[in-house]
């Protein structure tokens, strides 16, 4: 491990482990008369208003969720066409929104460390005290209960992480069995796992789907079985499943939003031509994520938007398309990536074709990170990356606990929302009234193997 990674992991380790809590808005806080003002308001005007957000009241956690909430502008008819074109309102009216399970408050320093079951590594799970269940037994016990959980990409870490939380869950109860099938990015095998996990009478389903159309059709055939099915992260397209466990993708979003508005005031002006990597279009982490980051940038009629590149989540093909678009494109200002693949591709490409310092006047090109590997976050602490989302893989242990909390008879709201987490940038700076963090705030939640 690199000295300046072993100095990071000393610093992560004592820094703000004591009640910094992330918690949904304050029940009751109306934002429409905001909306209904700032819906009149672009450019200048529109970022004043977002500045005076703390003098109206809205700070903290609140800030995050005004900008979640924020309608869509026609001020930039570019974006505004964008968003309509690829069906994105729609995926945002549908993602499901409401209150933490049993009033859950997250604060830093929760979580417990384990050595990762497939990966060895040693990391942090943020969320293990979130629909709680006690370790031993479940149930009859004296039966052992069967799950199965299909997901995509043991050879990716971020995938091979949630896999691991997964199965530390399971294992914490001695009557419960637990499969893990890798689909390998191939949606017809995920539907026969699907189907492999019916024929086996499995007790329950946990699946994270790529896509959410192809998942429709095997999740149904399970809950028309009689076996209880939970999506993790991300959606399946059969409506009925048994439960959702939803990731942050709108708070990455609106963040990615907010911080480039900021940003370029920082800078100056708020001109900056935008290049989009993206995951297929379709899956909830592209739609949702990509929704919310354009709601906010609809409101600055001087972004452009140079092109929007989809890959298969896959860093080989982003690095691909972020090598198209520096041909393509002399003045380039902003690379977002809808993941830590696309946006750790685009940075390896910028700097192979020394283009890290081209924009107007010899400014660094701007790059806008979700997810949380040690990677992406390193790269924030040096100042590469202005800005990380974090968006943990740790959520799939919430999502065995949720299904096993449903073989057992237990009442679980449908939609099981996760929290919000404030956004990574170099120096926790604030912004429109929202302190982010640090990376040495975060560092102890990453994910992947450690920095060599």
């Known amino acids: 491990m690199r000295q300046s990674a072993k100095l990071f992991l000393l610093l992560a380790t004592a820094s703000f482990l004591v009640g910094i809590a992330f918690v949904a808005p304050a029940k009751g806080m109306d934002f429409e008369p905001l909306y209904k003002e700032v819906s009149k308001l672009q450019g200048e005007a529109a970022l004043k208003f977002f500045e005076s957000l703390p003098s109206r009241g809205v700070k903290g956690a609140d800030v995050i969720q005004f900008f979640i909430d924020l309608p869509i502008s026609n001020a930039n008819k570019q974006i505004y066409e964008i968003f309509m074109k690829d069906g994105l309102g729609f995926y945002l009216d549908k993602y499901p929104k409401g209150e933490f399970y049993q009033g859950f408050r997250w604060e830093k320093g929760m979580g417990t460390e384990i050595i990762g079951p497939m990966s060895k590594e040693k990391i942090k799970l943020p969320f293990t005290d979130y629909v709680p269940l006690p370790e031993g037994p479940i149930g009859d016990p004296n039966k052992t209960y069967k799950i199965g959980f299909t997901m995509h990409g043991f050879n990716m870490p971020w995938l091979l992480d949630m896999a691991d939380a997964a199965i530390w869950e399971a294992n914490r109860h001695p009557n419960v069995k637990i499969t893990v099938l890798d689909a390998e990015f191939d949606n017809a095998k995920m539907a026969a796992h699907f189907d492999t996990f019916i024929a086996q009478k499995m007790d329950g389903i946990l699946v994270w789907p790529m896509i959410e159309a192809p998942t429709g059709p095997p999740a149904q055939r399970a809950i028309q079985a009689g076996i209880p099915v939970v999506s993790v992260d991300r959606m399946t397209g059969y409506e009925g499943v048994s439960a959702r466990v939803t990731g942050n993708f709108p708070a990455n979003g609106a963040q990615q939003g907010m911080y480039l508005i900021w940003k370029l005031k920082q800078e100056g002006n708020l001109n900056a031509n935008v290049?989009?990597?993206?995951?297929?279009?379709?899956?909830?982490?592209?739609?949702?994520?990509?929704?919310?980051?354009?709601?906010?940038?609809?409101?600055?009629?001087?972004?452009?938007?140079?092109?929007?590149?989809?890959?298969?989540?896959?860093?080989?093909?982003?690095?691909?398309?972020?090598?198209?678009?520096?041909?393509?494109?002399?003045?380039?200002?902003?690379?977002?990536?809808?993941?830590?693949?696309?946006?750790l591709a685009a940075v390896e490409a910028v700097r192979m074709a020394n283009r890290m310092y081209s924009r107007k006047g010899g400014k660094k090109i701007i790059f806008l990170a979700i997810d949380d590997s040690k990677e992406c976050i390193q790269n924030v602490m040096k100042g590469d990356f202005g800005i990380d989302t974090p968006y943990t893989p740790f959520v799939s242990d919430i999502g065995v606990r949720v299904l096993l909390n449903i073989i057992t008879g237990v009442k679980i709201p449908r939609n099981v929302i996760t929290p919000n987490i404030p956004m990574v940038t170099e120096k926790g700076d604030e912004i429109f009234g929202l302190k982010t963090q640090t990376p040495q705030e975060w560092w102890q939640y990453t994910y992947g193997p450690p920095l060599k």
């Open 275 to 343: 290049i989009l990597l993206r995951k297929p279009l379709g899956s909830t982490a592209d739609s949702i994520r990509t929704g919310h980051l354009l709601k906010v940038l609809s409101y600055f009629p001087t972004i452009k938007v140079l092109h929007s590149y989809h890959d298969s989540d896959n860093r080989e093909e982003a690095f691909l398309n972020a090598q198209a678009a520096l041909q393509a494109y002399d003045n380039i200002d902003v690379f977002f990536g809808v993941g830590d693949q696309e946006i």
